[in-house]
C-alpha cells in the first residue's frame, strides 16, 4: 500500500511539474479519400507505416483504391477539435521508405530523395532533390549522428531480395544484409546534392560461428548506429529478434541485445534522458501471465518487455508500430468501441508512461523507474513538433 501510495504521489506531483498529460490512447481515423471505402467495401488500411519523429506524418504503402500506391498521411485537427489523418498522394512505388531520424527525406525504390515539404505542397508533383543510397525493395535509410543542415550522411540497409537457381525469388527477404553510406550538402539555392557515397559492403561475416551470415526483418535504428534483425541460422537455433551494431568499417557486427520473441519488425525509438533507444513490435507475448497479442515496447535498460495495447477497445494493429521523440507510440490498426459498433480504421496514439504494464512495474520498482517521466506531456509533443517543423521546411 505505501509503495502505490508513493506511486500516486509521484505521478501526481511528476504531472503538475511537467504539464499537462496527453492522453493514454487516442484514436485518430482517416478522413477524407483516405477514409473512403475500397472495392472490397473496407477502408484500406495500408501496409509498412513509418511514423515520423513528431507523430504528425506517417509514410504508409499499398494504400489502396482510392489513393496512391505509396501516401503520406497526416495526422491533423479537423474543424471539430477532433484528430484525423488525411493523406497527400505520391509517385512513390511500394516500399518507399524515409530517411529515420530526421524525416528531412522520403526516398523512393530508386533511391530518389524528395523533401517531406515538397510533398505536402506539392504532391505527385513534388521534385527530386538526388538520387543515391541502396535501391529497391526492402531498404531502410537513417541519418547518421552530427549532421548539420548542410552537411548530412545517410546509411542505407539492404533486406536482400536474392532469386533461386530456377529465378524463382523463393529467399526473398532473407541473405547478407549491405550498406551504403551518402554524404549529401545543401547548395546555394537551398536545394540538396548528394556528394560522395562508400561502395555497398557486405554485413556481418564476422558472427559467421555464432549467429551466421544471413538475416531477414532488419530494420535501422533511428540514429543509423544500430539495427535490429533475426538472424536465419544461428549457433543456438533460436528465432529471437536481435539488435545489432554497425562496426567502423561498416562492415562488422556485433550483437549488443534480443528480444527474445520473434516479432514481425522490431522498430527503433529514440533514446529517452540519455539512455539506450527503446524498440516496438507487433508480438504475442504475455502480460500479468495472461496472453497479450498487439504491440509491445522493449525497454532495453530494463531489460523487459511491456504491454502496452488498450485492453478497453477491440484493436486489431498493424505490424509497423512506429514511436516518436516524445515517448509515445503510433500505429495503424483498425477497431470498435464496442462489440456491436462499427469498424474504423486509423492509427492508435499511446502514451507508454501511462501504459496498465508499465504503471504496475512503476509501482512495484520505484527505485529503477523513478528517473522516468510520469507522462508525456503536450508540451513534450509541441517541443519536438516545432523542431521537425524546421527539418521538414514547413513554418
Known sequence: MKIQLAALVFLFGATEAYGKCVPAHEYVPFIGTAGR????????????????????????????????????MEIVKQSNGASGAKAYLTDFDNEAFPVQGSWRFLVNVDGSHYRLADIVKNQKNAKRQFRGGISGFYTAAAELPGATDRNIRIRSLSWPNSSGADGVDDNQGKGQLTNKTLTVRKSSDGNYDMSDSTSLNYMCS????????????????????????????????????????????????SRVDDLNVAASKAIFGFPQTGKKSPVVFLSSGMSGNKPAYGIHLYDRNLKKTFFVGDR????????????????????????????????????VITDFYQSEDFKRFRETNPDSTKALKACVTEEDVAKVQAAQASLYGLK
Do not use: H
Open 206 to 253: 564476422n558472427l559467421r560461428s555464432s549467429d551466421g551470415t544471413m538475416f531477414t526483418l532488419p530494420m535501422i535504428s533511428t540514429d543509423g548506429m544500430e539495427f535490429a534483425a533475426l538472424p536465419i541460422n544461428p549457433k543456438d537455433r533460436r528465432s529471437t529478434m536481435r539488435i545489432y551494431r554497425f562496426g567502423s568499417n561498416g562492415k562488422d557486427c
Open 37 to 72: 471505402a475500397g472495392r472490397d467495401g473496407n477502408v484500406p488500411l495500408g501496409m509498412y507505416s513509418r511514423i515520423s519523429p513528431d507523430g504528425r506524418f506517417v509514410m504508409r504503402s499499398f494504400s489502396g483504391d482510392n489513393l496512391s500506391a505509396v501516401t503520406l
Open 312 to 347: 478497453a477497445k477491440q484493436v486489431n494493429p498493424d505490424s509497423f508500430p512506429g514511436m516518436t521523440k516524445d515517448g509515445r507510440i503510433i500505429y495503424g490498426a483498425k477497431w470498435k468501441d464496442c462489440a456491436s459498433c462499427a469498424e474504423k480504421t486509423g492509427y
